[in-house]
Each structure stands twice: as C-alpha cells, then as structure tokens.
C-alpha cells in the first residue's frame, strides 16, 4: 500500500509550497454585473466565487416583513460543475446552513433599523470550489454590499485556521482540509476584532483554538486591504479624463 505524503515536509512547507501562516493568492473585483444593485467576483486559490446584492427592497412574502428593521437574506449555491465530483443540483443541508451563518454575520454590521420592512438579499454563487467557499464567499459578498453602497458598520471579512500533521496551519487547501486534523472558519470585523462567525470541524486545544483565532483575525486584516482596494478601483475617477473629453471638445469647434 502506497503511504499518504505528509502535509507539512521537514521545513514545514505545505503540499502547495506555502508556509504554515501563509494565504492562498486572493483577487477581488468589485461591480462585475449589471443588473445587480453590488456585486464583486473574487479568486481565492482555487476557488472562483461571484457575489450578487439586491436591496434594501421591499420583503416578500410580506408575512415575513420586520416593521423595525431589514431582513438580511443569504443564498449561497454551489454550481453543480464546481467541483469534480458530481454534486447534486440545488439547496441541501450544507448550503442551507451556509447560507444561515452568513446571513447572521452580515445582520451584526448592517444598519437594519434604517430600513424597516425590507430585505437585503445576497447571492453567492460559488463557480469553481477548492475548500474555504465560505470564506471566500463570505469576503466577495462583502465588497457586494458596499459596492451596493448598502449602510453598514464595516465590512466582514473571512479566513479559515486549519491543523495539519499537528501544527496550525492558515487558509487550509482542499487536501489539507479532508485529511487535516481540524478545520476552524471565522468571520471578523476587522477594526473592531468583533467575531461575526465562528464554526470549527475537528479537534483543537483551548491553546490552539486562541492562537488559530489570532492566525484567522490577521489574515482578516489583510484580506480587508485587498477588499478596499477593489472598491477603490471600482470608483476611482481619474482626474486625466475631463482634460481628454475638453482636448476632443475644443478640436471638434476647431473643425467646424
Ligand atoms: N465539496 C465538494 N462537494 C460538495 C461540498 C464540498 O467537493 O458537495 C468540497 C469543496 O471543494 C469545498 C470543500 O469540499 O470547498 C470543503 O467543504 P466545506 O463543507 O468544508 O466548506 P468550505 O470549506 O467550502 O467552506
């Protein structure tokens, strides 16, 4: 029988050639569909992920209409061509509870009194998976929102800690998360440190689970910077343009 390869080699490098305290590569666009109010399309790694947002608008079915507050509604899907395996079509339980926990965590920094009887509806679509959707979904729908221009208290980002070969490891990959030894996703405010999400699969000490919090919350920090950087890019307005559009201007009097 041929022996599983390690996950972490003598110099602790991972199976992808990462450090333990190392992110996947991260690419964030924001305003990618038309039709949406927000939306952004991020690449974490493998995974490729597109987030939709539409509100606030009015809620249906009315019956589940707040009178003091938006509702914050999220679906996240995964394309049944994601991954490799074949993957059943439409909602199931995992998706259904994903879906849960991110409409939670966006509840905590969305001003929802400004907006009663409305809803605030996302879309997460996840087109290719790799381990860490939720996270990666999660950080793109983040930029959705702002980009929807949607009031909130900050934005949220997310980063899973994971355990290897008993060491913490950041950003677990696909391998590492089916034969790690645990696998910790948590959401954050980064200003704040506020913890908007928190679930964990497997087995970590209290030691760990503290030092895995801290790995996640900074690589938040730093996922936040490429977050604002996509809003920039999105409405940054060049200072060049108005020159170009009076240079076209004066030539076209100059012509007649
Ligand atoms: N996955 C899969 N088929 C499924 C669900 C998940 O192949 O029906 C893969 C996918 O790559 C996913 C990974 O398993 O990213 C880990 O799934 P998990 O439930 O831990 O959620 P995630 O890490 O994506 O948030």
Not at 26 to 31: D, F, L, Y
Not at 158 to 170: F, N
Not at 225 to 233: E, F, G, S, W
Request: one cysteine or more.
């Amino acid at each position: 029988m041929e022996l599983e390869k390690p996950l972490l080699d003598e110099n602790k490098r991972r199976i992808d050639g990462r450090a333990v305290d190392e992110l996947r590569p991260i690419k964030i666009e924001a305003g990618v569909l038309n039709r949406a109010d927000g939306s952004a399309y991020l690449e974490w790694g493998e995974n490729k992920v597109l987030a939709a947002v539409y509100g606030p608008r009015e809620a249906h079915p009315r019956h589940r209409q707040d009178p003091t507050r938006a509702l914050v509604q999220c679906r996240y899907n995964m394309a049944a061509f994601s991954v490799s395996d074949r993957k059943r079509p439409g909602p199931d339980r995992r998706s259904v509870e994903i879906s849960k926990v991110i409409s939670e965590a966006f509840s905590f920094v969305v001003f929802r009194e400004q907006f009663p009887r409305t809803s605030v509806d996302i879309f997460i679509e996840v087109l290719q998976a790799e381990a860490g959707t939720r996270c990666a979904g999660l950080t793109a729908a983040s930029v959705a929102l702002a980009d929807a221009g949607i009031p909130m208290r900050d934005l949220v980002v997310s980063c899973a800690t994971g355990k290897a070969d008993g060491e913490l490891i950041l950003d677990p990959g696909k391998e590492e998360d089916n034969r790690g030894q645990a696998d910790m996703p948590l959401a954050v405010v980064p200003r704040t440190e506020d913890i908007v999400l928190l679930q964990m699969d497997g087995h970590l000490t209290q030691e760990e689970l503290k030092k895995a919090m801290r790995m996640s919350i900074d690589a938040c920090k730093e996922i936040y910077v490429i977050q604002k950087d996509a809003l920039r890019k999105r409405y940054a307005v060049t200072t060049e343009e108005p020159v170009e559009v009076q240079e076209t201007i004066d030539t076209q009097i100059k012509e007649e």
